[in-house]
């Protein structure tokens, strides 16, 4: 089992930067991919970004491309995500979730670990 921690969610206006972080820590962990997602009320999960723990290969969202980077520390144990150029449509609890392999799944069903969620609010 992998144990996932966010912090460094809040509230900000739009066009300002956000970075979360993402605590990964497990006697198993590893072998591993750890993706972001977010959602809002009422709506399915969405893919935001992800990495593979060993070979460092990253992926974004479509509509997150160029304002979002996602990186990690392996010494730390700890996958950031930088978020920049906010808009209020990113507002939504942002989760990080790890999933067993070196794959960039963006299907949030195949990420059996979660963490509890940050909040994220852009205000126009």
């Known amino acids: 089992q992998v144990t996932l921690v966010e912090s460094g969610g809040g509230l900000v206006q739009a066009g300002d930067s956000l970075r979360l972080s993402c605590s990964v820590s497990?006697?198993?962990?590893?072998?591993?991919?750890v993706g972001w997602f977010r959602q809002v009320p009422g709506e399915e999960r969405e893919f935001v970004a992800a990495i593979t723990w060993i070979t460092n290969a990253p992926a974004h969202a479509r509509n997150v491309a160029g304002r979002f980077a996602v990186s990690k520390d392996n010494a730390k144990n700890m996958v950031f995500l930088q978020m920049n150029s906010l808009k209020p449509e990113d507002t939504a609890v942002y989760y990080c979730?790890?999933?067993?392999?070196?794959?960039?799944?963006?299907?949030?069903?195949?990420?059996?670990?979660w963490g509890q969620g940050t909040q994220v609010t852009v205000s126009s």
């Open positions: 497990g006697p198993t962990f590893g072998d591993h991919t």
């Open positions: 979730a790890a999933r067993l392999g070196q794959v960039l799944s963006s299907a949030f069903k195949q990420y059996t670990d």
